[in-house]
Structure formats: C-alpha cells, structure tokens
T-cell receptor, first 115, second 116 residues
C-alpha cells in the first residue's frame, strides 16, 4: 500500500505556543488529505478535509482559526495548532488519498502534549 | 449521516481461542468498509478492506465479512495470539459517493486482550 508519513511523531510544548505537524504522501500524489484527532481511549474524529490548492473544509465544532491547515502541494499538508492549550493535547493522525487510490492511507500519528 | 458502532467495547480471551468482533453501520449504501488495528500510542494499521461487491476478505488468520443489507460487518480472528492484543477499529464512508475522498467514520473500537 501507499505510504504516508507524519512529522514530528511527538511534540511537547508550552501553553500558548504554536505547533506545526506535517503529513506527507511518500509515493503518490495526494489530492485529498484528512486530519483526525484522537483523545485517550476514544476513536478518531475527523477534524477537516483538505484538497490540494483549496481551503480546508472543517467539521462542525472545529475552530478553523485555531487549527490552520495548508495543503499547498500534492505531497504535503500541514496542521498548525495555534496558541495551543492543555486541552489540545491529543493524538493527531492524517490520511491521504487520490482519485486513483482504493482507499485512504493513514500516517503514524503525532502525539501532542501541551504543558 | 453514517454512524458506526462496535460491540463489545472490550474483550479478553485466552490464547488460542477463535473470536469475533462486531461492527454495525446505519447507512448501508457504502462502497467499502475497512478494519484497522491500533496498538497503544501508535497509528493505524489497515487489516482488511472489503468492497461493496464482496461478502468477505481474508488475510492470514483474519477474515472480515460484510452484510450491507443488515448493516453489519464482522472480523473473525482464528487461533488468537497475545500479539493480537490491540484495539480494532471498523470504519465506513460517510456517504454513498464512490470515491476514496469520501469522509470515513470510525467506530469506537474494540480493545482486545489475549491472555497467554
């Protein structure tokens, strides 16, 4: 299957700082990327959908000004958590796909801890 | 809107047993359904992808079935091993669009523990 990477794999930051997480499709061009959030012992919840070159579409209840998504190229999408607070601590997972792909392919996730 | 439910939430069985994990979904007009494995603190590993035209898929000791009419899928694990201990997630598309770019809705997962 196709490979999707995320960087960093984990990050610890102080409250009030901004954190950028990268999602890359390594062996295919991803026309669509998704960002999910997973709180401890809960399932994945979709945050937003991003298409290359377009503004991201956010799910209800997700603050677009807090979670900035950029999908400037066919292999890279970034999620920036602005002014992070302890309640933003979570596991963030991205997935990527293209029209010729059978399904979405998931990255390994990024664990964010805000102190 | 698609809703995906998994039962049981947790399951503990002795090594060697065969077991079945259940998944139900409300919108049966799906084009595929997928089972994932997630180890603690890790990302997702895709186990099986069943297309809407298929009734089941097999990979090693794993067999996943799909019954769209009843809105159900099962993951059968044969001869369970301690290494199978993980959370198993079922996921279905949120709409009937035949595109991998459709939103995926995840179930809450079944936490499986295999006792040596």
């Amino acid at each position: 299957g196709a490979v999707v990477s995320q960087h960093p794999s984990w990050v610890i930051c102080k409250s009030g700082t901004s954190v950028k997480i990268e999602c890359r499709s390594l062996d295919f061009q991803a026309t669509t990327m998704f960002w999910y959030r997973q709180f401890p012992k809960q399932s994945l919840m979709l945050m937003a959908t991003s298409n290359e070159g377009s503004k991201a579409t956010y799910e209800q209840g997700v603050e677009k000004d807090k979670f900035l998504i950029n999908h400037a190229s066919l292999t890279l999408s970034t999620l920036t958590v602005t002014s992070a607070h302890p309640e933003d601590s979570s596991f963030y997972i991205c997935s990527a796909t293209a029209l010729n792909q059978e399904t979405q392919y998931f990255g390994p996730g990024t664990r964010l801890l805000v102190l | 809107k698609q809703e995906v439910t998994q039962i049981p939430a947790a399951l503990s069985v002795p090594e060697g047993e065969n077991l079945v994990l259940n998944c139900s979904f409300t919108d049966s007009a799906i084009y595929n359904l997928q089972w994932f494995r997630q180890d603690p603190g890790k990302g997702l590993t895709s186990l099986l992808l069943i297309q809407s035209s298929q009734r089941e898929q097999t990979s090693g000791r794993l067999n996943a079935s799909l019954d769209k009419s009843s809105g159900r899928s099962t993951l059968y694990i044969a001869a369970s091993q301690p290494g199978d201990s993980a959370t198993y997630l079922c996921a279905a598309p949120n709409d009937w669009g035949y595109s991998s770019a459709s939103k995926i809705i995840f179930g809450s997962g079944t936490r499986l523990s295999i006792r040596p």
